[in-house]
Every structure is written in structure tokens, then in C-alpha cells.
């Protein structure tokens, strides 16, 4: 018995020596600055971006890496870079929210970013989180499985290839001048100008311009009849989701926020700001070329909504199709307030569930309910170019607390220090301070509209088992708020539309498959219930994915305590955390 314990025990420990010799150290320098760049056939304009590049680098690791950035901060702005997904267990440093947990990279600053992709793969992504600078300034963080994990890596059959599809939003405008406009007068920036794919509008804008192919606007992907490509789809988009589809080809999604799914089949794929999906297409249409496209989803009740109604497009285009100049198909688009398409596809993905993957946790022991939506303020006293003899201006936040980012210590400092007063309190309400019929038209009133400023936070045990049902309101408009939580992943239990039902909604649990994602975009007028475990020692910010929406308080902070060990408490600083 003993021998046998013995064997065990050396191959155990063989096992571990293998992981460690596998994983390994993925180090870029991200010079954040200027680059020059024409768009939409206008002159000129000075962009800020990464390593001149529109998007960013790809950071490519496999699972158990650790991964170094250093961030050296050459642009005209203070600087800060979140690594979408990453859970940064043991790096909360190195989240990246500006104010939240760090005080930004002065400009000349720089700030090295350090942390481990252990237990997680797939696509995700990285960007600014600062100002709206992130319209320019991200990029993808592709996590493959383990080096030496072999050809069989992937729960699902290996591609031919791989792409990444990165959709944004362009402004004929400087995007950083467009933030402080909308803030220091309390209304929201109007709407870009294009969506674009890897960076570029596609050939669909009224633009021409000589001694320029199409190329040049134009991202294109070249396929091979009958070959298998593994799409990365992020949107990285400021304020839009987005309707994606390829003309007469499908997809089979296998994976979003990088957490497998149950292969889905689909001829759209609909994606919220800030979320990923990765899909399988097949090249089986007729040789060819065929458009890319990515339209807008308008979710708000009423419409009118600050977007863009063009299409962005890239093109695919099988070797050997001939003659290049034949224009390729567009793919018919769902209408831009197609509500049904989008909730069929976001609540019909489930978990591909693995050994040793997290199952969902049955005990709850914080309970919350939240509202989430637009509402009116007061203008603050830095907001010069507030109106204020017209009364207050627009505003959001979650159960009825707007929220503001403080301004001379970072959150995450002031946690560590045991220093909070002044910077936050720990007041975050479990439920809205008034019960009211949250998705009528008739509850839309001057009274319920109205939301104050404040730095709140939720502060919950270490390990504690949280379960947050989402509600979106009727006030000012009903609509579809993509939520992000910094630093978990979360079980997507149910969701449906009108005002949650507790009795009616637990009979439809997924309590055995449900999506795990970072990202979850609340169906327009109705509710999302996640859980998840607070198994994670720090400041992590949850928030809409619309910086729009961001700005204006539409978020909150949850404040996990430390457990009883040095593994699971928060480390100090690095050397090198920038002042504010």
C-alpha cells in the first residue's frame, strides 16, 4: 500500500513538472501613441492606437501562461488597459479599470501588466478602459489549449484554419474630444459613422478615393473549398451590438467569451459590445466571393436609438473564384430591431460540460436583485457645460445608485490600505430602494427617472455564492444593457422579457447547462438571472459594455474579502502601480 502510494505520488508530482515545463512567459511592449489614419475617404485624422496598428496586436498564449505587458504610454492621454475575461486571480493589479484598480499611466508613464491564464480558453480580448479611447486602442487575447495538449485539444474537430474578427465603430471625430463634450454637458455623443471589421468600413460607405484599392477599406479572409475555419468573432464595438452574417454560408458556435458551448447551429450570429463567439464555418457554397457583413441591433423601446443603420463589410473569397472584380453577394440582414432573432440565438447557447470545467454552484448565499437602466441627474459641479436651468440631464445606474468613479485614489488602494472613507462606501443596495412595475410605459415619470451620484460598492464574503437577477426598466427607453463582471465568469441561469416572476422564472433554471460568460446582454425589457462565486479577493467592476452607458453610472463594484490564506487575499502593489 504504501508503494503504491508512492507511484502515485511521483507521478503526480511527474505531472505537475510537466505542467510547468509547459507553460511559458508571452511578453510584448505596447507603445500606446499616435498613428495617422484615413477613413471614409476623409482627410487624415490622428488616432490614438497601439504599436500603430488598428486593432492592437494579437496576444496569442496557451492555457497556463503567464502573460507580461509593458504598457509605455506615448500618447497625449492618460492610459489604462483591461484585459476583457481575464479572471487575474492573484493579479488584481493588473485589471486595468482606471480608478477602479489603478490610477492611469500619465502620459511618458509606463506600467508593466503581469498575470496567468490558468483554467481558461478561447477568445478574448484586450482594450483601453479609459475615456472612449477603447475605440481605437484593443485588440485580441487568443488562449489556446495547453502546449503539448496535442491535435485533439479542442472539444470539437480541429479547423483548417483559423481567423480573427474584430468588429468596431469609426468616428469622423476625435473620440477622446467627443468623451469630455458628452460628459462636461451631460449628453450623450451621437452616433459613428461605420462599423468596421479588423479595422476597416468595407466597401458598402459612400467613399471613393484615388490611387486606393478596396483593399485598403476592405478586411478579406481566402478560403479553400470545403476547408473548416475556426472564426474568433469579438465585438469591440463602443456602444452597438451587431448582427453578423456571411452570404449563404453557416456557422456552428463551439465557444463564447471562451467557454465552450454545445455545438449551435446558426446562419447569424448576434453579439453584444464586449462579447466574444467563436464559430465553425465550412466553405461549401459555390466558389466565389461573398460579403462579411455586421448591421446594428436597435433594442430600445422606443427606437430612434444613437446608431448607425449601415452595414460594415469584409469579403471571403475562395482560391481560384476568378475574376476579382465581380462584386461579391451581401447576405440579407435581419432588421435592425429584429428583438426575436437576437434573443433566440443569445438564450439558446449552453455549456459544453467537461471534466474538471465548474458546474453550477446550488447553494446561494447573497441574493440580489438589480435594476439597470437610463434615468436623469443633477449636472455635477465639474460639468461646466451642463444647462442647468433646464434641469437635470441624462443619467443611468443600478438600483436607482448612478455611479462615480473616484478621483484621487484608486478603489483596489484604498481596499488594500484599509483606507476607504472618502473614496467608497459600502452601501450598494440588494434591491431598488422602491418596488414599482419596472418594464411599463406608465412608471416612466420625472420621480422614477431621477438617480443620484454615488461610489457604491457590494462587499461579500470570500467564496460567498452569488445570485443577481438583472432588470432592465422602462425608464427613458427599454433596452438590451450588455453587463460585464471583471474578474468571474457567470452562470446564465434563465432569462426572459417583462418583470421577473420568481415563482414562474425557477421552474426554467439551467441548473445543468447553462452559458458561462463574462458578458451578458440583458434581453430589452426584461431580465437575466447569473450566478457565480466570489472566489476571487479584490475590487471587480461590473458595468455596461455601452461606454455610453458607462459614463453616464450604469455600473458597480463588488468588494470580495480576503480568505484566510496569502493565495487567497490580495497581494500588495507592484512596485511600479502608476500614481494618481
Not at 422606443?302 to 472584380?325: H, I, K, Q, R
Request: hydrophobic share 40%.
Amino acid at each position: 500500500m504504501a508503494r503504491r502510494l508512492s507511484s502515485l505520488l511521483l507521478f503526480a508530482l511527474a505531472l505537475l513538472i510537466a505542467s510547468v515545463a509547459d507553460a511559458a512567459v508571452v511578453e510584448h511592449t505596447f507603445n500606446v501613441g499616435n498613428l495617422s489614419i484615413s477613413q471614409l475617404c476623409q482627410p487624415d485624422r490622428i488616432i490614438t492606437a497601439v504599436n500603430g496598428q488598428l486593432p492592437g496586436p494579437t496576444i496569442q498564449a496557451s492555457e497556463g501562461d503567464t502573460v507580461v505587458v509593458h504598457l509605455v504610454n506615448e500618447s497625449p492621454y492618460r492610459m489604462t488597459i483591461h484585459w476583457h475575461g481575464i479572471f487575474q486571480r492573484g493579479t488584481p493589479w493588473a485589471d486595468g479599470p482606471t480608478m477602479v484598480t489603478q490610477c492611469p499611466v500619465r502620459q511618458g508613464g509606463n506600467y508593466t501588466y503581469r498575470f496567468n491564464v490558468t483554467g481558461q480558453e478561447g477568445t478574448l480580448w484586450w482594450h483601453a478602459h479609459i475615456s472612449f479611447l477603447r475605440a481605437t486602442v484593443y485588440g485580441a487575447l487568443v488562449i489556446l489549449p495547453r502546449a503539448g495538449a496535442g491535435a485533439g485539444a479542442y472539444p470539437f474537430p480541429k479547423p483548417d484554419k483559423e481567423e480573427i474578427l474584430m468588429f468596431g465603430e469609426w468616428w469622423n471625430a476625435n473620440v477622446y474630444d467627443l468623451h469630455e463634450t458628452a460628459f462636461l454637458s451631460g449628453q450623450p455623443a451621437g452616433p459613428a459613422n461605420a462599423y468596421t471589421i479588423n479595422g476597416k468600413p468595407g466597401d458598402l460607405y459612400n467613399c471613393s478615393a484615388p490611387n486606393r484599392t478596396s483593399a485598403y477599406y476592405t478586411h478579406e479572409i481566402e478560403v479553400r473549398q470545403n476547408e473548416t475555419t475556426l472564426l474568433r468573432i469579438i465585438n469591440a464595438a463602443l456602444n452597438t451590438p451587431l448582427f453578423f452574417k456571411v452570404k449563404d454560408h453557416t456557422f456552428t458556435v463551439v465557444a463564447a467569451d471562451a467557454c465552450y458551448t454545445t455545438p449551435y447551429k446558426t446562419d447569424v450570429v448576434v453579439i453584444a459590445p464586449g462579447q466574444t463567439v467563436d464559430a465553425l464555418m465550412v466553405a461549401d457554397a459555390v466558389a466565389g466571393r461573398y460579403y462579411m457583413a455586421v448591421s446594428p441591433y436597435d433594442s430600445a423601446i422606443p427606437g430612434n436609438p444613437a446608431f448607425s443603420m449601415t452595414t460594415g463589410t469584409a469579403v471571403l473569397e475562395y482560391v481560384g473564384a476568378g475574376n476579382a472584380t465581380v462584386p461579391p453577394v451581401l447576405p440579407p440582414q435581419p432588421d435592425y430591431n429584429d428583438t426575436a432573432t437576437a434573443h433566440k440565438f443569445l438564450s439558446n447557447l449552453t455549456a459544453l460540460v467537461l471534466p474538471g470545467r465548474p458546474t453550477v454552484p446550488l447553494d446561494v448565499d447573497t441574493r440580489m436583485f438589480v435594476t439597470v437602466g437610463l434615468g436623469v441627474s443633477d449636472c455635477l459641479p465639474e460639468q461646466t457645460m451642463c444647462n442647468r436651468s433646464e434641469g437635470p440631464v441624462f443619467s443611468s445606474s443600478m438600483n436607482n445608485a448612478s455611479f462615480v468613479l473616484p478621483r484621487t485614489t484608486s478603489m483596489l488602494e484604498a481596499h488594500y490600505g484599509g483606507a476607504s472613507a472618502g473614496v467608497y462606501t459600502r452601501d450598494f443596495p440588494d434591491r431598488p430602494p422602491i418596488v414599482f412595475d419596472y418594464t411599463s410605459a406608465a412608471s416612466d415619470n420625472a420621480t422614477m427617472q431621477y438617480t443620484e451620484k454615488s461610489t457604491k460598492v457590494k462587499t461579500l464574503k470570500f467564496n460567498a455564492t452569488v445570485e443577481m437577477v438583472l432588470q432592465n426598466t422602462a425608464l427613458i427607453a427599454k433596452e438590451s444593457h450588455p453587463m460585464h463582471l471583471h474578474g468571474f465568469n457567470f452562470f446564465v441561469l434563465a432569462q426572459g422579457f417583462g418583470n421577473y416572476n420568481e415563482t414562474a422564472a425557477v421552474s426554467q433554471f439551467n441548473l445543468v447547462n447553462p452559458q458561462e460568460r463574462n458578458t451578458v446582454a440583458v434581453p430589452t425589457g426584461g431580465w437575466a438571472v447569473i450566478r457565480f462565486v466570489a472566489d476571487n479577493p479584490g475590487m471587480w467592476y461590473m458595468h455596461c459594455h455601452f461606454d455610453a452607458h458607462l459614463d453616464l453610472g450604469l455600473g458597480m463594484v463588488f468588494e470580495v474579502q480576503n480568505g484566510t490564506t496569502a493565495d487567497t487575499s490580495v497581494p500588495p502593489p507592484p512596485r511600479d502601480l502608476p500614481l494618481c
